[in-house]
């Protein structure tokens, strides 16, 4: 697998979403959101997506140039139409919006209607977490789960995710679908036409299944039965019944639909640490509970008990220094799309090989 500086990513996929529309500054957020998932192992949510993202906009299936409007506001909350824009620029502006709100009250939330599939929840999370802040956010997305007991795709695999500020080097990032697995990675191995373990999918008749083209036809299952299936439900409330966005089956599928808009929605719920006690203080008592944590008793045959973050802010500091690594189907996309955009691919100028 070949691999390629973070700048040159960026670089790449700035000028592709100029190409299709976006303003230099919106293509930058863009670019940054993406490459920001690659560079901390989460390919699913990286340049991998960028194909789609562009196709959509080429079809009119998401507004380049969309401007995030205000519906609602009051001291500490925003109601906001992302108006079928680039769900990650939308999001980028929606936290921006919140940061200060919430140095204010302590305490700052948002809905978010008329978005897209926007990433990694993560990402919004750890930039929350630079601000000494901690952010609680889920999104609903395509139907793709199916309720425990039943089989018709009813809601989207519905993540949850927050981040949490550390003295350690990276911050606590919990991000984590309700369902038994991320749905992206399903997408990752009926594109390299490799099965999936039982337990991930239920095939279009409602039987378990080890093909990933089944299991995109089917519904993923929830993680842990019937808890999977509340909590999916909940993020379902929060994201698109509170924020007056598309609910379930009435998402469009990002990849299926290419004859209308998802009208996904978001909610953010932004807390400022310095509202609760001073920052410090936190931090010392979170890295306290890590190195508890860190320091009990390992089962046979672990080496380290990991906190979650830990893992992908290593994977990161792997890939800053060797390169980030990008797969042959995603290399032809953006090949593809260069040529399809007229602009120039320039990755094969600092590329670095295994």
Partial sequence: ????????????????????????????????????????????HGLS??????????LGLIDPKATLHVERQRAATLALDAANGVGHVQAVKALDMLIPMAKHNGIASATIRNSQHFGALSYYCNRAAAHDCILIATTNCEPAMSP???????????PI???????????????LSTSAIARGNIIAASKKNQPIPLGWALDPGGE??????????????TMAGHKG??????????????????????????????DRKQDVGHFFCLLDIDAFMDRDEFIRRIDSTIDTLKAGRKLSGVD?????????????????????????????E?????????VTFTLNQEQVTN
């Fill in 229 to 258: 299936y509340a909590l999916a439900l909940m993020v379902e409330v929060l994201s698109g019944v509170l924020s007056g966005s598309a609910i379930g089956s009435e998402i469009g599928s990002m990849y299926k639909n290419l």
């Fill in 1 to 44: 697998m070949n691999r390629y500086s973070k700048e040159q990513l960026e670089a790449l996929t700035k000028s592709l979403s100029q190409a299709a529309g976006m303003s230099a500054d919106d293509a930058h957020l863009f670019a940054e959101a993406l490459v920001d998932a690659d560079i901390h192992g989460v390919s699913t």
């Fill in 148 to 158: 425990t007991g039943g089989s018709d795709a009813s809601f989207g695999t519905n």
């Fill in 334 to 342: 953006l090949e593809d799309w260069c040529s399809r955009l007229n």
């Fill in 161 to 175: 995710a927050a981040s949490f500020p550390t003295g350690k080097g990276f911050p606590i990032k919990i991000d």
């Fill in 208 to 221: 378990p299944t080890t093909d990933a083209q089944e299991a995109l036809l089917g519904t993923v299952l």
């Fill in 304 to 332: 380290e008990i990991l906190v979650p973050g830990e893992r992908s802010a290593r994977k990161a500091a792997e890939n800053t220094r060797l390169g980030i690594p990008i797969g042959p189907e995603v290399l032809k």
């Fill in 49 to 58: 997506r960028l194909a789609i993202y562009l196709r959509r906009m080429e």
